[in-house]
């Protein structure tokens, strides 16, 4: 158990669908994170919360959209989703921009 | 283009053995250097980094050697256990910030008994 729990473990959902990924750390930390794991890809950074505020957004399209409440929580909101966007979603918390990451055990989305 | 490269998708080493992990990267501007550990069913776990001040930096069973000539780093364990088979990443950053971590695909790894 890191401190970091994710919901829901699995999802499958249509490419009309709307739904979303929650996150939630309970470390006191302050930077959030979403990254995306493909079949055989590197994780990849999708976007960076720091104090709630938006640091970065890694070129992702727009039918992903995060949400950062506090600096406890992050959601990931998807709509109109493609086949190619299956793949595992990593949350992960860190104190500050510049420290270790810790992960959450991730959302398997398949989208049909 | 991948910028940290992980070229062994898998490895297979002798409970009580050395087990050596390769990652090599492309960016001259990396400067500090990170290995995750993950389970399956479960988020990567972080288990050692090293700045590019240094050339080696030991944690137990684990140390991590940087050749920064040859961009070049390896994740040591020794001796390995049952309980180390996972995938492993290697991860680089230019800024000493988790905004710019870049990963390798990862090397699984396998303790034979």
């Known amino acids: 158990e890191t401190g970091v729990t994710q919901t829901p473990r699995h999802l499958v959902m249509g490419m009309t669908n709307k739904k979303s990924l929650k996150c939630e750390q309970h470390l006191g930390h302050n930077a959030m994170y979403w990254y995306k794991q493909s079949a055989k890809k590197p994780l990849e950074l999708m976007f960076v919360?720091?104090?709630?505020?938006?640091?970065e957004n890694n070129s992702v399209p727009s039918r992903f959209s995060p949400e950062c409440p506090n600096s406890s929580h992050l959601f990931l909101h998807l709509h109109t989703l493609q086949p190619e966007d299956s793949a595992l979603y990593l949350c992960?918390?860190?104190?500050?921009?510049?420290?270790?990451?810790?992960f959450g055990s991730g959302t398997q989305l398949s989208v049909l | 283009d991948q910028q940290v490269k992980q070229n062994s998708p898998s490895l297979s080493v002798q409970e009580g053995r050395i087990s050596i992990l390769n990652c090599d990267y492309t960016n001259s501007m990396f400067d500090y250097f990170l290995w995750y550990k993950k389970y399956p069913a479960e988020g990567p776990t972080f288990l050692i980094s090293?700045?590019?001040?240094?050339d080696k930096n030991e944690d137990g069973r684990f140390t991590v050697f940087l050749n920064k000539s040859a961009k070049h780093l390896s994740l040591h364990i020794v001796p390995s256990q049952p309980g180390d088979s996972a995938v492993y990443f290697c991860?680089?950053?230019?800024?000493?910030?988790?905004?710019?971590?870049?990963f390798g695909t990862g090397t699984r790894l396998t303790i034979i008994p």
């Open positions: 919360y720091n104090f709630k505020e938006q640091t």
């Open positions: 992960a918390s860190s104190v500050a921009a510049n420290e270790k990451l810790f």
């Open positions: 090293i700045s590019s001040i240094k």
């Open positions: 991860a680089a950053s230019a800024e000493f910030g988790n905004e710019k971590l870049t």
